[in-house]
């Protein structure tokens, strides 16, 4: 994904992240009572229901995983169909589904850059960033 300027809130972080990965169809950002944050997909609907599975994968796996001191950071399901990736950090998760044969450390990389950027509090800009942003001053405004 890239270098990120500061902080954002999680539908802006996802919008970034479904810009920049080709290889993800659709991601939600969760907190960790399961509520979403944000999401992608289309349908309000669908976005709960990724948001319910990665809760209970985060679930199963920190009760069969491990003794507990170490906390879980990410996960992967594959299906013939495609992926579901989960992964987690400072009280957020975001789960994202791709197709057939992901490349797996570039999509975690990028989900937990996406998590670090919505985490992050947002950082105040000067006006010539915002103006520059918003394409103002190169003449796209």
């Given at each position: 994904m890239g270098a990120t300027r500061?902080?954002?809130d999680p539908e802006e972080a996802l919008a970034t992240l479904t810009d920049l990965s080709a290889q993800i169809d659709g991601a939600v950002i969760l907190d960790d009572q399961g509520?979403?944050?944000?999401?992608?997909?289309r349908s309000e609907q669908v976005g709960s229901q990724v948001a319910?599975?990665?809760s209970r994968l985060l679930n199963a796996a920190r009760t069969h995983t491990g003794d507990g001191r170490s906390p879980l950071t990410h996960l992967?399901?594959?299906?013939?169909?495609?992926?579901?990736?989960v992964a987690r950090d400072e009280g957020k998760a975001i789960a994202a589904v791709t197709?057939?044969?992901?490349?797996v450390g570039l999509?975690?990389?990028?989900l937990k850059v996406t998590l670090r950027e919505a985490a992050s509090p947002p950082t105040r800009r000067s006006?010539?960033?915002r103006k520059t942003a918003s394409g103002e001053e190169d003449g796209r405004a």
């Open positions: 500061g902080g954002t509520a979403v944050l944000a999401s992608s997909f319910a599975a990665a992967l399901v594959e299906t013939e169909a495609g992926a579901v990736f197709g057939t044969d992901p490349t999509v975690f990389y990028d006006r010539t960033e």
